[in-house]
């Protein structure tokens, strides 16, 4: 229906609008606030790819991994200087190994 100048607009279901049209309506936000979160984990994570589109599943696998890297960091506490006889620290687990949702 248009909407008559002077006439302000409803953003909602009107009044003899379904049930359905509600749930419509949030599940729409919900949509769109979920395609935000996504955004921003994009931005947040470095370990993504950033030659490439990633699905939101490989998205998820790498904020998974990232977690777990900043888990262990703040396990290890803060790094001490190497001595020039020390050798390279190995990871605790394969980098194949990371992605615990494959």
């Not at 609008?17 to 395609?35: C, F, H, N, V």
């Not at 994570?45 to 699905?55: F, G, K, M, N, Q």
Request: proline fraction near 13%; charge should be positive.
């Amino acid at each position: 229906k248009a909407v008559r100048p002077g006439e302000a607009a409803r953003c909602g279901p009107g009044p003899g609008a379904s049930p359905g049209a509600a749930e419509q309506a949030a599940a729409a936000a919900l949509l769109y606030d979920m395609k935000g979160c996504y955004s921003r984990l994009r931005a947040l994570v470095p370990t993504l790819p950033r030659h490439r589109r990633v699905s939101k599943v490989e998205l998820l696998q790498h904020v998974i991994d990232y977690i777990w890297d900043l888990q262990l960091a703040l396990q290890r506490g803060p790094p001490r200087p190497a001595a020039a006889g020390d050798p390279p620290e190995a990871p605790c687990m394969p980098a194949a190994d990371r992605i615990l949702c494959r």
